[in-house]
């Protein structure tokens, strides 16, 4: 009987609060993500054909598919409502196609919140799909699959198969590569400052910087220089040139758009892109909330504009006003600009209901989910407070030709910060902060002393996961539903590794970005791919054909590609390296190669030798001979798997036992008898945990110093890093710490 109309969503999370909201005449199904998608064993693409797709179903989604198909035919209507992007576009395109000739009456329907009113709307305004958005996805697939179809062949002959490029995740590999050769290439410079310590007439106190010689900018090279200087500014008169307190502003920061909520959530919550993303999805999708049923705490997460809806900056001045007073509605309503390239598809994140405030839900929250929608919340109500005032003082003072500047800054109202605090970045220095005594121009100054101060310039840092999200969104590399993607790919392929929050490039991954940019320097070149994104949108704002951009693109990788698969042996050649060593069996040079588990020694004469070896200083392969096999007796040997260094028998595959590796620590954990190993994430980010585990659960990201702490007595420090401080050690039990540097691990 054909008596209610079918929605079909991507996520089954969303069922239940849709069937809430529109009642008992709508079915409402899921797809559960793609159901068809390029095949997976060949390139799908008939290129001669205007790049036409193959699209095949995906394995497992034939039942998915065969219900919906069902319920379509039972259905009045179909309305369609996978997510507003372009990959929800592509999804409702090739849903429809399969069952249009069973109900062509379908509808393509899209909610920025999961809210009630918002999914009445969407279904009320319901139109057809955007096939400028299908033909910009369709378009990106394409150009990702010619790229890492045609180029990751090279790839597998020339280091060894299984490696991938990627046509914006090997960008991003090359903006750390790049990064690291900086930081490499780096040579300090030395450089001197001068502060000095003053008194008034008061007998007040405070300290001024050296900030002009001869009112110029100047450098003080070296510690002579800057005793010069000190000997010669001493006994000179010190007279107060300028005194002044103004009155300072400091406005918001606009609510979320995906590239800032994982930066602030990488810095605050020390979360991944990845894992932000999953659970801004669950919040957007909905959480149950007791007797309200499933609610969808958040709107549309992947948006790169910083615009709000004016019902919602309505519903944050009246829950400002009630909750903290008049004075904290700003004079006008917020207005925040967004960056040039946006596309302005979507809102900004914010809350879709302002008075469930995070304490009122935390307890229907995981605390993950508590976490990530306490900033969104907290960022929102912010963007729409008043500003912070602050009262700076300044003064400089003259010492003849010596100019020293002091500041002070003091909160006289905190406006926005009443509810959204600004963290320190990991990197930045500390500044001891003092009042600035009430001074007068023409005032003189007694010097108390001159305090010179050594300092060197330092390397650009590495980057974080925030920073690079940072970098690529200011390249236009990358969209916001692509951020994540991009980062956690390029640390599954173990081209990049996690440190300490900060992202290394592997001896791999400088491998395939090598041969990616002396091959194809342009297709993998910063510009070229934000070019290649502005092109998509242009497609997708119907300015451009998909047919001529998929073209243009094309024809000059396929000539760099002839050339390239003829140079092959040459690129081979690039990725092994000659040593002095000699093959105990033919005498052959040893040479160092690239294998599946790691560089390696291998004999120069294969395949007549097929002699190989562990590369010494390298652990994948090394042979312990103190520790023996539980089973067979046979030396153990260090391996490498999916999560992190474990001990073989060297036997392997006649004899198959293993042992976790032991980094030489025991668990802390009373009476648990383990012992600390190193293991990594999914996401490929090292961490020490318990051999014990699941039974102990002890885990720690800093790497633990078999070195008992002398306040405590713990059997063990971890290392730290921190620009501010260097290097040093740290108790976990009682936080003690040990403020000299410590010599890093080479493992």
């Not at 008992?24 to 199904?29: A, G, Q, R, Y």
């Not at 990197?427 to 101060?453: A, G």
């Not at 320097?521 to 290649?532: G, L, Q, R, W």
């Not at 040593?579 to 105990?584: P, Q, R, S, V, Y």
Request: glycine share 6%.
């Amino acid at each position: 009987m054909v008596d209610k109309n079918l929605v079909i969503v991507e996520s089954p999370t969303k069922t239940k609060a849709l069937k809430k909201f529109l009642g008992k005449e709508f079915m409402v199904e899921a797809s559960v993500g793609h159901l068809k998608d390029l095949p997976k064993r060949n390139l799908g693409v008939e290129i001669e054909n205007d790049f036409a797709p193959r699209y095949e179903i995906i394995k497992g989604k034939k039942k998915i598919l065969t219900q919906l198909k069902s319920k379509s035919q039972k259905a009045k209507a179909v309305y369609l409502a996978p997510d507003p992007d372009r990959e929800g576009e592509a999804i409702a395109w090739h849903i429809a196609q399969e069952i249009e000739k069973i109900n062509p009456k379908i509808f393509r329907a899209s909610f920025n919140e999961i809210t009630k009113a918002a999914v009445l709307e969407g279904i009320e305004r319901a139109g057809q799909i955007d096939m400028n958005k299908v033909n910009a996805q369709q378009a990106r697939r394409i150009l990702d699959r010619l790229v890492g179809y045609k180029i990751s062949p090279i790839l597998w002959k020339t280091v060894f198969k299984g490696l991938s490029a990627g046509r914006v995740q090997s960008v991003a590999l090359r903006i750390i590569c790049e990064r690291e050769t900086e930081i490499e290439n780096f040579v300090p410079k030395e450089y001197w400052s001068i502060t000095a310590h003053l008194e008034t007439q008061k007998s007040e106190s405070f300290f001024a910087k050296l900030v002009k010689i001869e009112d110029k900018d100047f450098e003080i090279a070296d510690q002579k220089e800057a005793e010069g200087i000190c000997t010669d500014i001493k006994g000179k008169k010190f007279l107060v040139a300028k005194f002044s307190q103004e009155e300072k502003k400091r406005y918001p920061y606009a609510p979320y758009i995906t590239s800032t909520l994982q930066q602030d959530a990488a810095r605050r919550l020390y979360s991944s892109s990845k894992k932000t993303m999953m659970i801004a999805q669950q919040l957007y999708e909905g959480v149950e909330l007791g007797d309200k049923g499933s609610v969808g705490l958040i709107t549309y997460m992947r948006t790169d504009s910083p615009r709000v809806a004016e019902v919602a900056k309505k519903s944050a001045k009246d829950f400002i006003e009630k909750n903290f007073g008049p004075d904290y509605i700003p004079s006008k309503p917020r207005e925040y600009k967004s960056k040039k390239g946006a596309q302005e598809a979507h809102e900004a994140i914010r809350p879709t209901y302002i008075d469930y405030t995070p304490d009122e839900v935390k307890r229907f929250l995981s605390k993950d989910q508590f976490k990530l929608y306490q900033l969104i919340w907290n960022r929102f109500i912010a963007s729409q407070i008043a500003e912070a005032i602050f009262q700076v003082t300044t003064v400089e003072i003259e010492a003849e030709k010596y100019l020293f500047r002091a500041t002070h800054s003091l909160q006289t109202f905190d406006g926005f910060l009443k509810i959204y605090q600004d963290i320190k970045e990991e990197n930045s220095e500390e500044e001891e902060e003092f009042k600035l005594p009430l001074l007068k121009e023409k005032d003189t100054l007694h010097l108390l002393e001159l305090i010179p101060k050594q300092h060197f310039t330092k390397p650009p840092p590495r980057f974080t996961e925030a920073s690079l999200i940072k970098e690529l969104e200011g390249n236009g590399v990358g969209r916001p539903s692509t951020y994540a993607q991009i980062v956690s790919t390029i640390k599954q392929r173990k081209y990049v590794e996690a440190k300490s929050r900060k992202l290394f490039p592997t001896e791999l991954g400088k491998t395939v970005n090598q041969i990616l940019v002396k091959n194809f320097s342009h297709i993998f070149e910063v510009k070229f791919t934000a070019s290649m994104e502005e092109e998509l949108d242009k497609i997708e704002e119907g300015k451009e054909d998909r047919v001529k951009v998929l073209k243009d693109f094309y024809v000059p990788f396929q000539h760099n590609l002839k050339k390239v698969e003829s140079n092959k042996g040459h690129i081979r050649k690039l990725t092994q390296q000659e040593t002095d060593e000699a093959c105990e069996k033919c005498g052959s040079p040893m040479i160092i190669r690239w294998g599946r588990n790691g560089r390696f020694l291998a004999c120069s004469a294969f395949p007549k030798c097929k002699n190989t070896k562990p590369l010494p200083g390298e652990e994948n392969g090394k042979l312990l001979p103190d520790q023996k096999c539980d089973l067979c007796g046979a030396p153990m040997m260090i391996k490498v798997g999916r999560f992190g260094k474990f001990l073989a028998c060297s036997k392997y595959p006649d004899c198959k036992f293993t042992r976790p590796f032991s980094i030489g620590v025991s668990c802390p954990q009373e009476g648990c008898g383990g012992f600390l190993i190193e293991r990594r994430t999914k996401g490929g980010r090292i961490f020490y945990g318990c051999s014990n585990y699941p039974e102990c659960k002890f885990a720690t990201w800093d790497k633990p110093i078999n070195q008992p702490c002398p306040n405590c007595g713990a059997e063990f420090l971890v290392e730290k890093s921190y620009k501010a401080k260097g290097e040093y050690l740290k108790c976990l039990k009682c936080g003690y710490e040990e403020l000299q540097p410590v010599e890093k691990s080479t493992d």
